[in-house]
């Protein structure tokens, strides 16, 4: 998957527009839904947290899930 936000430190100068590895630049921040869903379905959702410095990312953590039928409603569960 790629994005477009960078982390200075590791790209100082970074060429407007381009596309880079979400493995080496996380995502930092997002707005989320799955327009693809159907009612009454059951989904889940595995969010992976990372932490650390730019140049020294920990993906230790166990993901976080959200689960349930598209409905109103959803569970979060996690670590």
């Given at each position: 998957m790629s994005g477009f936000k960078?982390?200075?430190s590791v790209v100082p100068q970074p060429i407007p527009g381009a596309h880079v590895s979400t493995f080496e630049h996380p995502?930092?921040?997002f707005v989320w839904d799955d327009f693809t869903a159907k009612l009454d379905h059951e989904y889940?959702?595995?969010f992976h947290p990372i932490k650390g410095s730019p140049r020294?990312?920990?993906r230790?953590?166990?993901p976080l899930s959200i689960?349930?039928?598209h409905r109103t409603a959803v569970q979060c569960t996690g670590a």
């Amino acid at each position: 998957m790629s994005g477009f936000k960078v982390f200075r430190s590791v790209v100082p100068q970074p060429i407007p527009g381009a596309h880079v590895s979400t493995f080496e630049h996380p995502v930092q921040s997002f707005v989320w839904d799955d327009f693809t869903a159907k009612l009454d379905h059951e989904y889940t959702y595995r969010f992976h947290p990372i932490k650390g410095s730019p140049r020294n990312l920990d993906r230790h953590d166990r993901p976080l899930s959200i689960q349930g039928p598209h409905r109103t409603a959803v569970q979060c569960t996690g670590a």
